[in-house]
Each structure stands twice: as C-alpha cells, then as structure tokens.
C-alpha cells in the first residue's frame, strides 16, 4: 500500500509540475505582457519600465524559476488591478468556490446513486429509460443555459430564491443545482453500469437464495461493490466542478474563484490568473491523487497495479 501511496504520489507531483510549466508559457506565448499591462497607449519608456520592474526583460527560464520558487511558498505577487496581494484575493473567493462545488456535488449524488440503482434494478422498463432520459438531458443542455432557465422559473417567475450574490444558504440553491445537474449524468450511468454488472453476480444470487429482502441485497450486497468506481469518479468530479465553475458563478455573481479568474483575464491580471490555474489544478491533481487511494482502500487488487 505505501509503494502504491508513493507511486501515485510522484506521478502527482509529475503532473502539477507540468501545469506549472504550461500555465507560465501559455501566458508568456500569449504577446508581450509588458504591453499587455502598461496597455495599448502607453509610451515605450512605460512599457520598458514596467518590463524591468516585473522582471519580464530576464529570461524565460529565470523568470519561471523565481515565479515557481515563490509559488511553493505560496508567494504568487500582488494583484495589478485590486492592489492586493494574490493570495489575499484567493483566501477570500476559494470558501465561495469550495462551498459552491461541495454542496453541487452533494446533490449530484443524492440524485445520481438513488436513480441508478433504480434503474439498474427495473432495466430496461420505463423508469430505466426516464432515468437515461435525464441523463441524456444532462449531458445536452449547456449548464450556463440550464442557470439561466432555473433564474426565469425560480427567480423571476416564482419569487422563491434569489437571483444573484452569495449572501445567506438560499443563494447557493439555483447555482449548487446547475452545476450538480451538469456533473449527474455520468454519475448515475456508472452507479447503474456497476449495479448491473453486481447484480448478474452469483454472490447476489446465493443471498436472493437465503431469503434476504431484496432491498438488503441491492443495498448491503449491491450497491456496497458497485460504489467504488462511482467513489473515484465523484472525486474527480469535484475537481471539474472547482475548475468549471466561472460560468455558473459569472451567470450568479458569486464572488468565487471562477468569477475572479474571470475578471483577472479581462483585465490582463496575469499574477492572478497564473495563481488561480496552479490552484485550481492543485485541487484537481489531489483529488485524483485521493480517488487513487481510496479505490486502493476499497478493493485491495488495485494496489498491485
């Protein structure tokens, strides 16, 4: 278990490594910072001024290894546009953000599980295809559309829950919902694909045999095998939640990562934007790292791989 602990552990840090690199270069390959910060108008005495006290007239190699040498001790500069230091931004937006995909996730699974099990047990009947039916529907709709017709219907239409900030629990509602709708689909597929494949088992045959209520068998001996892959993927999930959330938070306006990532690329904040890529993969790699383990954990004949 620690060879296999270590073994993914490397691959991790391998991995962030590589984000770090390509985040730093793809904003460097995108023109000249100097002039995308001093702006369009500004006179070349400005432009080399601001070049030198950015350090950007240093090599390439230089520069990122000061940048990724501050970023391991979580030193990613000041903001150009809020005046603030980065991570006085980011430990102020990542609660919203955090907040936000938890609970989306947490409603994703409370709808997904239920309704694959569901549909795994009465296949192909009516309720199986009403259940690939939402699942299909989720995957079509684009989750920014999705938000705006929850705002026309609950907001708007119904008065029930307000339509924008992050001021109490109810704002949360519509947003957590939008997004955990998007991340649903593939969670219920793969609860009912594991259900189906635990239910032909001869184990689920011996217990229907002893005379056990078929909802101990689905439930205790069912669903208890078949969750482990669904265990992974919610993990990973998760991390495209953090990562994908700057168009739900920029239709709601919630003040998170994704709605400051996305006025730091409006206004060339690239301290901000290169702080908020690097941490948003952070997330995602360790997740991933996490999902490893605790499939690991959870069957044993992972650990030899």
């Known amino acids: 278990m620690v060879r296999f602990i270590l073994n993914r552990l490397l691959v991790a840090l391998a991995v962030l ?25 500004a006179s070349a005495e400005t432009v080399a001024q601001i070049r030198v006290q950015n350090g950007l007239d240093q090599p390439l190699l230089v520069q990122f290894s000061h940048w990724f040498w501050s970023a391991l001790h979580l030193d990613f500069g000041r903001s150009f ?13 990542m609660p919203i953000t955090l907040q936000l995909g938890g609970v989306a996730l947490l409603l994703a ?15 192909d009947s009516w309720v199986d295809r009403c259940a690939m039916f939402i699942s299909v529907l989720g995957q079509a ?9 929850l705002i026309l219907i609950f907001a ?12 109490s629990w109810q ?15 593939s969670l219920m597929r793969l609860t009912r694909s594991g259900m189906l494949d635990v239910l032909g088992a001869d184990y689920i045959r011996t217990a229907h045999a002893k005379g056990l209520s078929a909802f101990k068998v689905v439930v205790k001996h069912g669903l208890r095998n078949a969750i482990i892959p669904v265990v992974a ?24 990562l994704g709605q400051l990532a996305w006025d730091s690329i409006s206004r060339n904040d690239f301290p901000v934007v290169q702080a908020i890529v ?6 995602y790699i360790g997740l991933t790292f996490l999902a490893d383990v605790l499939n690991a954990v959870l069957d044993p004949r992972l650990r030899s791989k």
């Not at 709709?141 to 017709?149: D, E, G, K, S, Y």
């Not at 008065?159 to 001021?167: E, Q, T």
């Open 17 to 41: 490594f590589t984000v770090a690199v390509v985040s730093f270069a793809l904003l460097h390959l995108s023109g000249d910072l100097a002039i995308a910060i001093a702006g369009p108008d």
């Open 141 to 149: 709709i684009p989750n920014f559309w999705f938000a705006l017709v």
């Open 233 to 256: 993927l919610a993990t990973v999930e998760l991390g495209f939640m953090l990562g994908g959330s700057v168009v739900i938070e920029s239709v709601f306006s919630l003040q998170g």
């Open 171 to 185: 704002h949360f509602v519509l947003p957590a919902v939008a997004l955990g709708y998007y991340a649903m689909p």
């Open 156 to 167: 708007v239409g119904l008065k029930w829950l307000p339509v924008a900030g992050n001021g």
């Open 278 to 283: 690097l941490i948003i993969a952070i997330f």
């Open 109 to 123: 699974l409370v709808v997904a599980i239920p309704l694959g099990v569901v549909a795994a047990v009465f296949r």
């Open 81 to 93: 546009y809020f005046e603030n230091t980065v991570m006085e931004l980011v430990g102020q937006r």
